[in-house]
């Protein structure tokens, strides 16, 4: 009798040889595990094929859609539930313990799991960021990301970052947190937020142009934990010095102090990275996307409404 818990997992991964050891590790008690890389160049696939996981290479073409939810679509998994985990994130076995005891129960279609994010070598436990939920765990055949209509924004990668799966039927939460532990450095913290920045900065945009909600978890300040933080966003956008009260929210509002010199620097970082998000909107909305528009060339890039084409100097 197979002690593997009927459970595909899918992890996206480009040149993540740092994190996929521990993470591999973290899965064995998976029946089955997909790697889908995006041309790794470092030693990431020699690293999955020695754990015995199946590797598959996505060619993003641009559009909808990204990795994610192309694997969703095309991976022959021959489980019904499917996890989705990170190469920076690990599953602990007593996790794993309620996995499969959650599996079972035909009254749910998915389940939301908690991260706890380390950073510095502290587990960052204020500031907002824990609890974090995720819908991580599902049917696969009931679940798919949401598109927000942000996939033609370049230099954002090839994968689903922030966007929220849509899922058909009941959803629950698992009580075992999963762990949140980048082994690279703070270059590639860095480097991640500044794509992550042009993602958000869209996000911004269509939020202030008011573009609906179709195709989206929506917004509903009465609804689940994403939704609300999806409501709060919006209520967010509109407000003035972001990248101050950014830190005033995590720092003092939300205790980050209490996590010592670690919460201090992610409290500075994430004020960083609101500015990056403030500059790269007003470029949209000013410069047509781009840093300098000459005056002779004002015309919005066919990505963006051409609204902007009126205000850009």
């Not at 039927?169 to 999963?178: R, S």
């Amino acid at each position: 009798m197979s002690s593997k818990i009927p459970v595909s997992v899918l992890i996206p991964a480009k040149n993540e040889e740092a994190n996929l050891p521990a993470c591999l590790t973290s899965l064995q008690r998976a029946d089955e595990i997909f790697i889908v890389d995006s041309q790794s160049s470092d030693k990431s696939l020699e690293i999955a094929n020695s754990y015995g996981a199946n590797v598959v290479q996505f060619h993003f073409n641009g559009r909808w859609p990204k990795k994610k939810n192309w694997s969703l679509d095309n991976l022959p998994f021959r489980n019904e539930w499917v996890l989705i985990v990170d190469c920076d994130e690990r599953i602990t076995p007593e996790l794993w313990d309620e996995i499969a005891q959650a599996i079972q129960n035909e009254e749910y279609s998915g389940y939301y799991l908690n991260r706890r994010v380390f950073f510095l070598g502290q587990w960052i436990r204020h500031g907002g960021k824990y609890p974090d939920w995720n819908l991580r765990l599902f049917k696969h055949k009931a679940g798919r990301y949401e598109n927000l209509n942000t996939e033609d924004i370049p230099n954002t990668g090839d994968n689903e970052v922030h966007e929220h799966v849509i899922l058909q039927g009941k959803v629950g939460y698992l009580k075992n947190d999963m762990l949140h532990e980048d082994f690279r450095d703070l270059f590639h913290w860095l480097e991640r937020h500044n794509r992550y920045s042009n993602w958000e900065a869209r996000v911004y945009y269509n939020l202030l142009t008011g573009q609906g909600d179709t195709g989206t978890i929506g917004a509903n300040l009465f609804g689940d934990a994403v939704q609300r933080k999806r409501f709060l966003k919006k209520v967010w956008v509109h407000l003035p010095f972001k990248p101050i009260l950014r830190f005033i929210l995590f720092y003092i509002i939300q205790r980050g102090f209490l996590d010592g010199r670690a919460g201090y620097i992610y409290g500075r970082l994430l004020s960083q990275y609101e500015y990056q998000i403030g500059v790269k909107l007003y470029e949209l909305r000013n410069c047509g996307g781009k840093l300098n528009t000459a005056n002779t060339a004002k015309s919005a890039p066919p990505s963006l409404p051409q609204k902007i084409e009126q205000t850009a100097v």
